[in-house]
């Protein structure tokens, strides 16, 4: 099925691709100067998870979802203890992650509109934002493809749609499944998806994006290439195989996870990785293949829990922006090993620039670093502080700020410590990660000097990046209203 659907995609075309020379990439060298032994550029695989929770993964603490592929992927690479999306929903941590760059630089914000909720609600006018990736934005793709890289793009793309802004437009050779849409219409064909041809009916999505992935590697398996899996898995809708729902129906639940549909689809998605891994096993291709395995947000707080974190997906609180996150590539990535320096998605693509050996695109900013000597395991980045703006409103299934899952708000990270910022009355959390990690301490009053030093960075960091912080009053705004229509 797959290869018929990527042939009526125009994929044995693409797959003609004429890749540049296999030449070793500067730079890459493992500890101790140890070049790359297998002489040739590697294989990218980046299988990005939607809404996968921290603690969604056995290698993450999880006893009630079973992760048995991903669990042993984390052993034979390094585990990121401290990784982060830029953004605590789908859409800008995408952008974030496919640019390079900061929220501010793209514009793309949120999911939608900024003026989520009801407008009586909101104390001021959010920032407007941008839900297409401007196709002048040069992507990891465009910049891979002069470096001889072939790239597939496989599932949810969510900035835009093609010609123009979907993957094609933003420099990817294959497409299947990618456009503006946030979720899938179905899990279950027919997709009722214009980019994904049907299967069977009764055919899973998870599944049907796993085949593609196979036969694309298989396909390209002499010549360099970057896969972007970005499954739709396991966003809502919840829908799962019954005979894995029933599994986990009658299993007792654990630290606040109990939904067996979306245990059930964390299992189907575990099991693509592990169909992937034996692909890569099979063709040779495991030693000189960095496989990437990341989530866009925090898991939703309606179905899962992220404890000891605090929040969920639409928060900048850890439970809303730090990930699960495995990097493995035999070649120069030491097995079972664990890195605690924070990192972010932005990060991605000038590692992969050094990896592969391909050039920044002329004029483009990168606001992330390489954390290629942390891989390797020969120093850290010259960086200690990183950023979120999230200056939107998200209503929703958890309420912290009134009706809302947030307030525009940003955040920065610096060593150990945290400080967010509402922008609505200017209110500052200062929280110390490595003593509280559940962020229940709010230190800024106690500790006025770091709550003024980080508020300074964040300025500073505003400024260069143009970043907009929303401080119109919203005539709308009438929080007695609810109450006036009760009576």
Known sequence: MSRNALTRRGFLKVAGFASAALALPPGCTASGDKANPTGKKPNIVFILIDDLGWKDVGFMGSKFYETPNIDRLSRQGMVFTNAYANAPNCAPTRACLMSGQYGPRHGIYTVGSSARGKSHQRKIIPTENNTTLDPKIPTIADALRPAGYISA??????????PEAGPIGQGFDVNIGGNEAGHPKSYFSPYKNDDLPDGPDGEYLTD??????????EANHSRPFFLYLPHYAVHTPL???????????NKPPHN???????AAMIESTDQGVGRIMKTLDELNLTENTVVVFFSDNGGHGGVTSMKPLRGSKGMLYEGGIREPMIVR????????TTCETPVISIDFYPTFLEITGAGK???HTLDGVSI???LTQRGKPDRDTLYWHFPAYLEGYTAQHGPFRTTPAGAVRKGDWKLIEYFEDGTL?????????GETNDLAKQNPDKTRELHQLMAQWRKKTNAPVPTERNPEYNPNLETKKKK
């Open 153 to 162: 793009s496989m599932g949810k793309w969510h900035l835009g749609a093609d």
């Open 208 to 217: 049907r994006l796993t085949d593609e992935a196979i036969a694309f590697i």
């Open 239 to 249: 829908q799962a195989k019954k005979d894995m729902i029933a599994k986990y129906q």
């Open 256 to 262: 606040g996870q109990d939904n067996a549909k979306y």
């Open 329 to 336: 590539w035999p070649a120069m990535i030491k097995s079972g």
């Open 361 to 363: 695109p002329a004029g």
């Open 372 to 374: 290629m000597d942390l």
């Open 429 to 437: 959390e200062l929280y110390n990660l490595k003593d509280d990690i």
